[in-house]
């Protein structure tokens, strides 16, 4: 949890920091809404603002919005303020902390805005055991092994068990095994000595210490090379890690969760993954269901992403069409949660007015594609997959047991995209059911000739293809690795297809502010 501090509150800032701090966030202080605004574009970021109700909070606001930075604001005064309180809610802050800061007070806004930021959406009763069984598991420090498909919420899943665990107050700190090269990885997991190799130009603390006294998350774990695998085993059993280029080892208390989208115990057959490292990780082994085996579970997350990400882009409420709902509950979501997540954020997108209807909804899946026929041949990559496909609750994390009616608080963070929102990886979901195609899907499918459709007609799938890159580029103000994740497209192919319009002479958005180093 990061939180930023704008103004004086008082005097009270390095009261309030210090309980912040207590309670696991990382604080940072800036005295104006301008050093507000300039650090919230920034990379760095924060997941909550407390703001002395003494700026001007409406303009902060504002700034926010047309910014498209969404992210939960708290304004904080003396007591008594009644009048300051007031504006300061009417101008969109989420709460008013009375000053001098209480400790309870401030625990109880961060642990919310926490749950919101990662709560788990859901109602199917396979989904409502795999939680309760979770939360049995949270409270003893043993480790767990999260399995189930790509994009099925395993990050989601070891983040509430941290939260529902002893070390909740304390680090949560993830490490994507496979997205960082063997050698990388090593050091990324237990740090460096000053000298211990070639760019090795001071000591730095790896992932186990950072997560001291909390929890560390091992995502993708198949993915780690034996030589690792063997250190990882000797870190767990003596608790001590070394650092590269360290003699001196040292102690470290931290519970782990390892999560893996492939079939481990298959793993530990063909001789890719280490028997005993795999049984000392999976202790308790949480299997989550892939969003076709919770269909229940698909309404209730479609809305809450519509709701999400109509509120992140600053557009008015949507609500979906029965038509819409209907061809979502018979995709066949290879992708899972993510690629509904992502098939939701294009549609709020691609929908005009309160409405969203079939016409929005553009499936990334070949799965509703004839076979042999065109459409089937585009690749599932392309975010023109399905161009002419036609008219077709909350459990917060907190309170697996007792599905809500009231919609959650989404709190995405600066940049309106989730912390977990990965590059996408629905290529590797493995051999997961090729199930037909549903009568009703393809119903729905078959009487595609809206207007926005009818308009494609007599293009080409890479002039279209062209305008959707380019059109989403823009709205994502040239930040690619956000529009790449609208568009269901690796970073990596988004790139390759913005050179080749470069070349072709087209006008390409220039990378936001935060990535002009890599793009
Ligand atoms: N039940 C859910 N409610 C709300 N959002 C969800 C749910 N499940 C997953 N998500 C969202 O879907 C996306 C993918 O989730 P997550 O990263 O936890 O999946 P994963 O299984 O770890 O993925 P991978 O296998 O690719 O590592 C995230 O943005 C997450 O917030």
Redesign the pocket.
């Known amino acids: 949890m990061r939180l930023l501090i704008v103004g004086t509150l008082e005097g009270y800032i390095t009261a309030a920091g210090k309980i912040a701090m207590k309670r696991g966030a990382k604080v940072s202080h800036t005295d104006s809404i301008e050093g507000a605004l300039n650090a919230l574009r920034a990379a760095a970021g924060a997941d909550l603002v407390m703001i002395d109700v003494k700026l001007d909070i409406a303009t902060f606001i504002d700034s926010l919005k047309s910014e498209r930075i969404t992210i939960p604001v708290v304004a904080c005064g003396i007591g008594t303020d009644a009048a300051a309180a007031v504006r300061a809610i009417r101008a969109g802050a989420k709460e008013y902390l009375p000053l001098p800061p209480n400790a309870e007070l401030i625990a109880a806004v961060l642990e919310a805005v926490a749950e919101e930021s990662?709560?788990?959406?859901?109602s199917d009763p396979a989904?409502l055991a795999t939680l309760r069984l979770a939360e049995q598991v949270a409270p003893s420090d043993a480790s767990v092994m999260i399995t189930?498909?790509?994009?099925?919420?395993?990050?989601?899943?070891?983040r509430f068990i941290h939260r529902k665990s002893r070390r909740a107050n304390e680090p949560f700190v993830a490490v994507?095994c496979a997205a960082i090269p063997e050698n990388l990885l090593e050091s990324e997991l237990f740090g460096h000595e000053k000298g211990a190799f070639t760019g090795a130009v001071a000591r730095r603390l790896g992932k186990f210490e950072e997560a001291n006294n909390g929890t560390l998350l091992l995502?993708?774990l198949s993915e780690m090379h034996p030589r690792l695998q063997a250190k990882l085993l000797r870190a767990i059993q003596e608790k001590e890690i070394d650092r590269i280029g360290s003699s001196q080892p040292v102690k470290v208390n931290v519970r782990l969760i390892a999560?893996s989208?492939r079939n481990l115990e298959a793993e530990v057959r063909s001789g890719n993954f280490r028997e005993d490292l795999y049984f000392r990780l999976n202790v308790f082994s949480v299997a989550?269901p892939s969003l076709r085996e919770r269909p229940a579970?698909i309404p209730m997350?479609a809305e809450?992403?519509l709701r999400k990400y109509a509120e992140a882009n600053g557009l008015g409420e949507k609500r979906l069409t029965e038509d819409a709902l209907l061809m979502l509950k018979t995709h066949h979501w290879r992708g899972?949660?993510?690629e509904?997540?992502n098939t939701m954020h294009r549609a709020v997108l691609l929908s005009r007015g309160e409405e969203v209807g079939p016409e929005a909804i553009m499936l990334t899946s070949k799965m509703l594609a004839p076979e042999g026929s065109a459409q089937a041949s585009i690749p599932a990559d392309s975010p023109v997959a399905n161009p002419f496909a036609g008219p077709g609750g909350t459990v917060p994390a907190a309170q697996p047991h007792a599905p809500q009616p009231a919609p959650p608080l989404v709190v995405p963070p600066p940049g309106a995209l989730?912390t977990?929102?990965?590059p996408p990886?629905g290529g590797?979901s493995g051999p997961y059911g090729m199930a037909a195609n549903s009568g009703a899907a393809a119903a729905a499918n078959a009487g595609g000739t809206g207007a926005g459709l009818a308009a494609l007609i007599g293009r080409t799938v890479a002039d279209v293809e062209r305008d959707l890159i380019l059109e989403t580029l823009t709205h994502c103000l040239g930040n690619r690795t956000h529009a790449a994740n609208i568009l269901g497209i690796s970073i990596r192919t988004l790139r390759n297809k913005l050179k080749q319009y470069g070349d072709e002479g087209r006008n390409v958005p220039a990378p936001g502010n935060d990535e002009r180093a890599t793009a």
């Open positions: 990662h709560s788990i959406v859901c989904m189930g498909e790509s994009g099925t919420g395993k990050e989601l899943m070891a994507n995502d993708e999560t989208n989550i579970d997350i809450h992403f899972n949660v993510r509904l997540e989730p977990s929102y990965g990886k590797k």
